[in-house]
């Protein structure tokens, strides 16, 4: 997460001065070494492969939606931007779906070959969506992005936030969403082991792929009732305070929930 922070902007402005595909390349690269370094038992090599995973998470996040984009720009076949809203609402939905059949194959995975056999069968997928990325795709870069570009892009995107509040308040909005979300995934895993071990014993393994695969189901669901919602005539300032109350809730609910049963032990 830390690498994740200081490279990203970097990183996100490397890839649309070089171009998206070779971020795309670049980030099936950094994460494959970084699945394989699991596999020693050198700390350095462990923290170095985590550094690789977080600079791969900022490509991930950038390079390939930047490079859709781009080349839904470049095309002209959708001036209105419909498709391009329809085929990322697809691909988030699709996301969902690999996503739970990753967590059964991790899990899977982690009984024939330990706990590191999940980062193991990554690499094979990696190789195979970076080697779709280098047959297929053209490669495309932001537009004027020459050495001008490259010393005020972050300084042209701060005046624009700062021109527009509605921006500032949705990338506050998101950000602290997300920093909620990013807190809750390190804190399900030991929660639910001690669950587990209280509830059948401190010798019961926790499925962890099988949970995985559950909180990607929903995630599906929330993408399936957002685009009902978005073609309705709901505003999407609406959806989008009752989403939050909802997390809130769940959230609020987790949290008494083990602070209670913590208490109770």
Do not use: H
Request: proline fraction near 4%; glycine fraction near 12%.
């Amino acid at each position: 997460f830390a690498s994740t922070a200081i490279f990203g902007p970097l990183v996100g402005r490397t890839a649309d001065t070089y171009g998206r595909k070779k971020g795309t390349l670049a980030f099936t690269v950094m994460y494959a070494l970084g699945a394989m370094s699991t596999k020693s038992p050198i700390l350095a090599v462990l923290l170095v492969g985590r550094i690789l995973s977080g600079i791969g998470t900022s490509l991930l996040f950038s390079a390939p939606e930047s490079w859709l984009v781009g080349e839904s720009q470049k095309s002209g076949d959708d001036p209105d931007g419909k498709y391009l809203g329809e085929t990322f609402g697809l691909a988030y939905a699709g996301d969902s779906i690999v996503a739970i059949l990753a967590g059964q194959f991790a899990m899977a995975a982690a009984g024939r070959r330990g706990p590191t056999g999940p980062f193991e069968l990554s690499t094979g997928f990696l190789a195979a969506g970076g080697l779709l990325a280098a047959l297929l795709w053209k490669e495309n870069k932001a537009e004027g992005s020459g050495g001008d570009a490259k010393q005020s892009s972050i300084g042209d995107a701060i005046k624009v936030v700062k021109a527009d509040k509605k921006i500032m308040l949705a990338g506050a909005v998101q950000s602290l969403f997300e920093a909620a979300m990013y807190i809750f995934v390190l804190q399900w895993p030991p929660a639910i082991t001690a669950a587990i071990a209280k509830t059948y014993g401190a010798g019961q393994a926790t499925p962890y792929g099988a949970v995985f695969s559950c909180f990607m189901a929903s995630c599906l669901c929330g993408s399936t009732i957002f685009g009902k919602l978005a073609k309705s005539l709901i505003p999407l300032e609406t959806s989008t305070s009752i989403m939050l109350l909802i997390a809130s809730i769940a959230m609020s609910i987790a949290t008494f929930t083990v602070s209670s049963t913590m208490n109770l032990a």
